[in-house]
């Protein structure tokens, strides 16, 4: 199929798969076409067909709600050609020379799974090729048994690997995180889009990081703090964590943030939010280098933080989308970081 | 219609925004700290309520829902996601109220934007 995309920078041709979303197979050609969720719910992919043919496969997708479909107006995350076509994108779009790190498909083997909490779940996936991605990117992951891909983002960080790590919290009535939940995992045949994303934070960063995080939110962090402890980062700045669950039980991976404050020797501090009940001590009873605060996270995050901002910070936030707004909200007000220095993730 | 009173500078606390209606149309009042902006409530990106969704602070109205900002002072885009202007109406500050010069609503043209709809961007770019 020959795709035809007329954008603001330009227009940019490139031969694609009916079977696949034309925002991926751009991506894989190199194109830095508009997106967020890559999933069908934020409408940042719009465009609109010019001619040909091309199907919607996820029609009801929120996504596409504000879309004007009688002006061809489609979703390119969801939007599969069936013929040549011609797409304009309102979007500057730049084309890479170097293809090496661009998305693409790969097949996927689930290695090993761990529930964590009562609804929360790791999993561990092996790669039919090596990946190279950034601290705090994120794939889309599908199964043959579940209508529609699914972003996760990756909690471990190895440069160029095969075996990637995630985390999922468990929605009620949710496609595949039930999926997850409900089945013997190891050995089960993913396929797996990525990497994606621009919410990243790596060595060419050389600020202070404050990170905020709703339940999964956390997913993103844990590869950034990976990523900042084999690079040292905490050597020259400082780093602050809000992780908000609501109990103490439903906290997870705080043996992990432990091991990385003492890594961090001082310079990393680790505040575990509880929204539904009040902490019964200021720190973790079995990890006491992560502190304990009540609330919700961003609120917790602004009690810590209250005077103590640096002039030199990058924020980073991911989650469900109102802890998200909140969270920008404080790092716009509070921390007076320019919107350049904030990166974030929704999970919706 | 001419300059109309839209508040008393005194309703919109600084480094806030407020929304009201003038005339049949609604407007948002924007106090940065250093001056008053009138625009159309909504975000030029996808048409989110700026009164929800839009933060003050340095004198840069930031939008939450993707990041997309503007410098108040002289109306330039900020951040490295914004894509495109915010329109704002003449205003001023006279005897402690806030006056808009009003000739018919703004509006963002979000369905025949010229860039989906203007051929000539595409060939010249
Ligand atoms: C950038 C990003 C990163 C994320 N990272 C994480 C993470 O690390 N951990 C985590 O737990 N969650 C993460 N999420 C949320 C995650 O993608 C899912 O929304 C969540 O797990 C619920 O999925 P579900 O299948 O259980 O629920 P469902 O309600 O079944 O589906 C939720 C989402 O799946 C997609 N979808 C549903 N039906 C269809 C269909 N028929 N066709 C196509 N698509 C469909 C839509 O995007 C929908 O919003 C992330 C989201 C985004 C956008
Ligand atoms: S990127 Fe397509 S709807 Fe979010
Ligand atoms: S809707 Fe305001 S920045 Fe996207």
Known sequence: MKIKLETKSGVFTYTGDCSEPILFSGLSAGLSLPYECATGTCGSCRARVMDGSVEMAWPEAPGAAKLKRDKGDVLMCQARANSDCVLRVPANVTQATDLSAAPKWRVARIAAARQLTADVIHFDLTLSSPMTFKAGQFAVVETPDVLGGRAYSMVNYVEGTNELSFVVKRKPGGGFSEWLFANELVGKELKIFGPLGAATFGPEDQKDFIGIAGGSGIAGIMSILERATLTEHFRKHKGYIFFGVRTLADGFYVKELADYVDKAQGALEVTLALSDEAPASPTHPEFPQVRLDGGFVHEAAKRAMEGRYGDNAMGYVAGPPPMVDGALRLLLTEARLPPQSIRYDKFA | ?125
Do not use: Q
């Open chain 2, 1 to 125: 219609m001419s300059w109309i009173k839209v508040c008393a500078a005194s309703d919109v606390p600084k480094n806030t925004c407020h929304k009201v209606w003038v005339e049949g149309i609604s407007v948002l009042v924007v106090n940065y700290g250093e001056g008053f902006r009138v625009m159309p409530p909504i975000c030029p990106h996808m048409e989110e309520p700026l009164e929800e969704s839009g933060v003050v602070a340095n004198c840069v109205l930031t939008c939450t829902k993707h990041l997309w900002a503007w410098d108040l002072r002289t109306l330039e885009m900020d951040g490295s996601e914004t894509e495109k202007p915010l329109k704002t109406y003449d205003v001023k500050e006279e005897n402690g109220d806030v006056y808009a010069f009003i000739e018919g609503e703004i509006v963002y043209e979000f369905d025949d934007e010229d860039d989906m709809d203007d051929d000539s961007f595409f060939t010249n770019a």
